[in-house]
């Protein structure tokens, strides 16, 4: 089993639609969470990091549910450059320095 | 402030070549990472230096050399090219363990 795994999609959504990815991950002692928006054919990018209590950025928010090892992101009124590959990140617990695990990607293909 | 650097953009290998690619960050931070993502699949980290003057390896190491020149560079070594290295290599930095991971531009490499 992976240590982090997405649904690899892809998700093909019209706009103005919401939809949600999961990412699970198998180490419950982990310690940070974070979602990552990839172009393509470009680098990773911070979308935004995922708090216990859950937070909200905009049209997106992301929620952690440790008891059952996910992490969510819901995007609202999809657009069309939120078209993309959404990576899940997830950190070690301290004493592991530097393995962070990436998920292999969900892609999210919204169309008019 | 030009973040995550990367030298070359591209390059083209035969098999048997050698080659560096060279990574700078100017934020200061003290961990640095290089990985690899193949086509249509997740990245994989490669090698991993948590400070100065530390590296260790990641879950894709063989085949592989890296140098933490000082803070600020790290620089991935591929001493005999192979076609299975044909990838896109991307490196990345955060201030310590645990918190976001910024992105060099990527390196595309071809190894004939």
């Known amino acids: 089993r992976k240590e982090v795994e997405q649904d690899p999609g892809p998700f093909n959504v019209p706009e103005g639609a919401t939809v949600a990815f999961n990412c699970t991950y198998s180490?419950?002692?982990?310690?940070?969470f974070f979602w990552y928006r990839q172009d393509c054919r470009k680098e990773p990018k911070l979308l935004m990091s995922?708090?216990?209590s859950g937070n909200e950025d905009g049209r997106f928010t992301a929620q952690l549910n440790r008891a059952s090892q996910y992490i969510s992101l819901l995007i609202r009124d999809s657009k069309l450059s939120d078209s993309a590959t959404y990576l899940c990140v997830v950190n070690p617990s301290l004493g592991n320095a530097g393995k962070s695990t990436f998920g292999d990607g969900t892609t999210l293909t919204v169309k008019p | 402030n030009a973040g995550v650097t990367q030298t070359p953009k591209f390059q083209v290998l035969k098999t048997g070549q050698s080659m560096t690619l060279q990574c700078a960050q100017d934020m200061n931070h003290n961990s640095m990472y290089w990985y690899r993502q193949d086509p249509g699949m997740g990245l994989r980290l490669i090698y991993y230096?948590?400070?100065?003057?530390?590296?260790d390896k990641g879950e894709v190491p063989n085949g592989y050399n890296v140098s933490r020149l000082n803070k600020r560079e790290f620089s991935l070594r591929l001493e005999s090219a192979a076609p299975s290295q044909t990838s896109v290599y991307f490196c990345?930095?955060?201030?310590?363990?645990?918190?976001?991971?910024?992105f060099g531009p990527g390196t595309r490499l071809l190894v004939l």
């Open positions: 230096s948590a400070s100065e003057g530390t590296t």
């Open positions: 990345a930095s955060n201030r310590d363990r645990g918190e976001t991971q910024y």
């Open positions: 995922v708090y216990s």
């Open positions: 180490n419950s002692a982990s310690q940070s």
